[in-house]
């Protein structure tokens, strides 16, 4: 932070991720790469981590962010190393980790019916349930959400990525179980679980969980930092 007080940071709010940052340099310092590696390698881990699948879209995540290539390699293999450090560091809590996270974690393929009208989603349930209609065909003509684009059918996800009231709801469902209308935000919700993909524990979720648990520690360690700043400065105020 040098050059730009600490105080200057945390008045543009900058303070923990300028910490964050600092703590990372100070772990990764003294990590090597395996001599075997190419960059080649990293980069195509970066671009799939980070979601990039065309040349377009990083040219435009490099623009938003002022990055030349050269910059950018280097901002991908600190990112490497990082991830090299998390993985080493919390391998033996992986386990563990896995099983806390593993339902959140899990692929999901759902049906749902949304309207805004509790009286129609009774009644669109009664159908489905008497085997009138379809869920599929009553959320292709009645859903007000993009799933009446696919029938009903959302997913694979993981239920992270969902609501979190349907996400409780998708964690305690059997198979094919259809549930009765249910109130969530704005909605009247009816829901059907349709397949559920267990998620192994390879060494993609490996580097995937140990990378999250480091973003833990990087939250940690620099509320910790914020703190002992506001400690001090309260003192001074005091004094």
Not at 125 to 134: A, F, G
Request: include cysteine; aromatic fraction near 10%.
């Amino acid at each position: 932070m040098a050059g730009i007080s600490r105080q200057k940071l945390l008045s543009w709010g900058l303070f923990k991720q300028v910490s964050k940052e600092e703590i990372v340099d100070k772990n990764i310092l003294n990590i090597d790469l395996p001599k075997d590696l190419r960059m080649e390698e990293i980069i195509e881990k970066w671009l799939k981590n980070n979601g990039i699948k065309s040349n377009d879209i990083l040219q435009s995540w490099l623009k938003d962010r002022g990055f030349n290539i050269e910059q950018w390699k280097k901002f991908v293999l600190r990112d490497y190393k990082w991830r090299m450090w998390c993985r080493e560091k919390f391998d033996k809590d992986l386990s563990s980790y896995y099983l806390k996270r593993k339902p959140l974690l899990d692929l999901v393929t759902y049906s749902l019916v949304r309207v805004k009208n509790e009286d129609l989603a009774f009644e669109l349930y009664m159908r489905i349930l008497d085997k009138e209609e379809e869920l599929s065909e009553l959320s292709t003509k009645y859903s007000e959400g993009p799933e009446s684009k696919f029938g009903g059918i959302i997913g694979p996800v993981t239920l992270k990525q969902t609501h979190p009231s349907l996400a409780k709801l998708l964690l305690i469902s059997k198979k094919n179980q259809l549930w009765p209308p249910k109130k969530i935000d704005n909605w009247w919700i009816i829901v059907r679980l349709e397949k559920i993909k267990n998620t192994e524990f390879n060494e993609e979720i490996k580097s995937f969980l140990s990378y999250e648990l480091g973003e833990n520690f990087l939250r940690k360690e620099s509320d910790a930092k914020e703190e002992e700043l506001n400690l001090i400065n309260n003192k001074k105020i005091n004094n």
